[in-house]
Structure formats: C-alpha cells, structure tokens
C-alpha cells in the first residue's frame, strides 16, 4: 500500500561543532554523535530512504534530492546532514525547523534537488507533494494556500495560511475531497470537510496513524486500531465512518501491525475481503517490519525486518538468509537483496 502520508516521526538531533566527527560520541544530553545506526528507514520495491541516529540522511534507487539531471542511483548517497525527520516522497526537517522538498510533484516530474519550504517547524505531513501542512514551535497547523480539494500544490514561497492551534501532528488525508486534519496537544484526532474551519472530534487519544488513497487507520493509547473511510451523502456532504480493525495492538508503522502478544500483520487490500489485515508468519523475533513482498508472480516470499537485537533480517522462503548490522553501511546490501541481486 502506496503511502502519502507518513506517521511523523521522532530523531535524535546531532551535536553541531566546529570540526568533523569520525568517532561515535555523546552529547552532554545522552544523544549519540557520529552513529552508524539506524534511526528510521522506508524500504521499497524501487528505493531506500534512511535516517542515521547522528542525522545523516541516506538514500538508494529512484528518489529526489540527489542532484541536478540526476533520478535515480545504484549507489549508497548520502542526502543531507543535521535531519531530525523525513518521509519517503521525499520530504526532511532539519534540526533547526527547515523543511525541505525534492520527490515528485503536482505538476508532474521529480525534483533533483532541494528546495526549501518552510522555516520554523517543529513537524510536517505531506501529500506525495501535492500539498505540505506544517506545524510550529507554538503548535498552529499551516497548510499551502494553493490547496484544491485534497490535493494542494507546494510553493516554496511564503504561501501557507494558519488553519489550526494546539496541535501536535498534522493528518492529510488523500481520499478524493477528503478531510484535513491533526491530533491536537490533547492527543485527540479533530478533522474538518472545509479546507480547515469546522473541526469535528472523531478519536480519542490516538499515537500514531496511517494513511493512503482510499482510507486512513488510526492507533489510540488503548491498544485499538480504527480505520476511517470517506463517505458522501447528497443531502449533508462528505462524513467520515470510524471502525474498529482489531485490538490489543501496541505498534502501527509502515502499515505493519503489531499486537501485544508479539503477532504481525499487513495492513492491505484485495478485491475479495476489501482492507484488511493479513497475518504475516515470521516467529517470534520480530521488532519492527521493514519491507514484505511476493517475487516472480508468489514463486518466492521476501521480507526484511528489525530483530529483536535491533540486527537487520533478510528472510526468504521460510529462512533467514543473512543477518546485517543496524547501520547505514547494511543499505546497499538490502536493496540488492529486494530486487534480487543477491
């Protein structure tokens, strides 16, 4: 499932210094400088995007950002330094509240290099950069005034118009004439139909969500998980309708589930049973899923995945085949192994 809209996420800021660092280190705050791992990584069929816990932003394969006439690479590059987060299409914050764009666009293309957006942040949401809502230090939602329905595009002008206050994250949803919204200070999910006035409360307490063309799924603090879908009414408008998935769940990202009694599930779609959330079989030493998928029409099985040792696991048909160090130095080897170099 295509996301959009990633969860926002939290990174480690790097400690900034005259000189350069060529041993891991830490700050006088417990934060690690120069660190090889791996903070925060989206795997995909055609690219790699990865966040070191020092702010080094590493990319592999079709992404934007990595310079002038240039779209894609087989090599490991190094993107930008100083990231507290970033998403896939592709979007980053650095560690003073810039906020940067290169991906695809509105208008069709991808961008070779970044432009920056924003200054001020303290977290963003993006729409496969058709639109860009960022929040700031005192928690007021701005959203690019170009927005069109749901889809907006980006001006790397000072475009944006304040639309919310108190907020903690900011949610775009990517439905056809779908809902902006956010989770406010107070953890509650507040939508609205109306380009940002007439909010409705529709959740309590939720940690994190995702969202993708046709609906968004939703974790709270209780350990369910809701999807809301978009529905239209000739006589009232557009509502959204709140459902319950399942329960007992203690982490969603990457529309990978995971519950408390340590089971997996994918969170997709076939034409039979709709969305769904299928069980995915990996035993019991699973941290976090990174990337599954069927080669050659389902002859062979993929995944790649956070043990819990936090090693990187390469599995295939029923098997581990190579265990990788949690560092940026394991990308390549990941993105070979996906697309069946190795």
């Known amino acids: 499932m295509k996301k959009f809209i990633?969860?926002?996420?939290?990174?480690?800021?790097?400690?900034?210094?005259?000189?350069?660092?060529?041993?891991?280190?830490?700050?006088?705050?417990g934060k690690k400088v120069g660190s090889k791992a791996i903070k925060d990584m989206t795997v995909s069929r055609t690219s790699i995007v990865a966040l070191t816990e020092s702010g080094d932003l590493y990319a592999i394969g079709e992404v934007g950002g990595l310079g002038e006439g240039v779209k894609s690479t087989d090599k490991l590059t190094l993107l930008a330094h100083d990231v507290e987060s970033f998403d896939?299409?592709?979007?980053?914050?650095?560690?003073?509240?810039?906020?940067?764009?290169?991906?695809?666009?509105?208008?069709?293309g991808i961008h070779d290099t970044f432009k920056k957006a924003?200054?001020?942040?303290?977290?963003?949401?993006?729409?496969?950069?058709?639109?860009?809502m960022v929040v700031d230090k005192n928690g007021d939602m701005f959203i690019d005034e170009k927005m069109s329905n749901s889809y907006c595009a980006i001006s790397a002008t000072d475009g944006f118009k304040k639309v919310a206050s108190n907020v903690k994250m900011a949610v775009i949803n990517s439905q056809t004439n779908g809902y902006i919204g956010y989770i406010g200070k107070d953890g509650n999910l507040y939508i609205s139909y109306d380009n940002g006035e007439n909010y409705q409360k529709l959740l309590d307490?939720?940690?994190?969500?995702?969202t993708n063309p046709s609906l968004s799924i939703?974790?709270?603090?209780d350990g369910k998980l809701y999807k809301v879908t978009n529905k239209y009414d000739s006589t009232t408008g557009h509502y959204a309708v709140v459902e319950l998935i399942m329960e007992n769940v203690r982490d969603l990202k990457n529309d990978y589930i995971a519950t408390n009694d340590n089971k997996f599930y994918y969170y997709t779609y076939d034409n039979q049973q709709?969305?769904?959330?299928?069980?995915?079989?990996?035993?019991?030493?699973?941290?976090?899923?990174?990337?599954?998928?069927?080669?050659?029409?389902?002859?062979?099985?993929?995944?790649?995945?956070?043990?819990n040792n936090n090693k990187i696991i390469l599995y295939k048909d029923g098997a581990v085949k190579k265990t990788l160090d949690n560092s940026y130095e394991s990308i390549k080897e990941i993105y070979d192994f996906i697309n069946a170099k190795s």
């Open 205 to 210: 307490n939720v940690v994190s969500y995702e």
């Open 118 to 132: 924003y200054d001020g942040a303290s977290s963003f949401g993006d729409l496969l950069n058709f639109c860009i």
């Open 88 to 108: 896939a299409n592709l979007y980053y914050m650095d560690n003073k509240g810039g906020v940067y764009m290169s991906g695809y666009t509105y208008e069709g």
């Open 218 to 221: 939703y974790l709270t603090g």
């Open 6 to 29: 990633l969860v926002i996420i939290s990174a480690l800021l790097i400690l900034t210094g005259c000189g350069k660092n060529s041993a891991e280190g830490t700050s006088g705050s």
């Open 274 to 307: 709709g969305y769904y959330a299928s069980p995915l079989e990996f035993g019991e030493n699973v941290k976090q899923f990174l990337f599954h998928s069927y080669l050659n029409w389902g002859e062979s099985h993929i995944a790649v995945y956070f043990d």
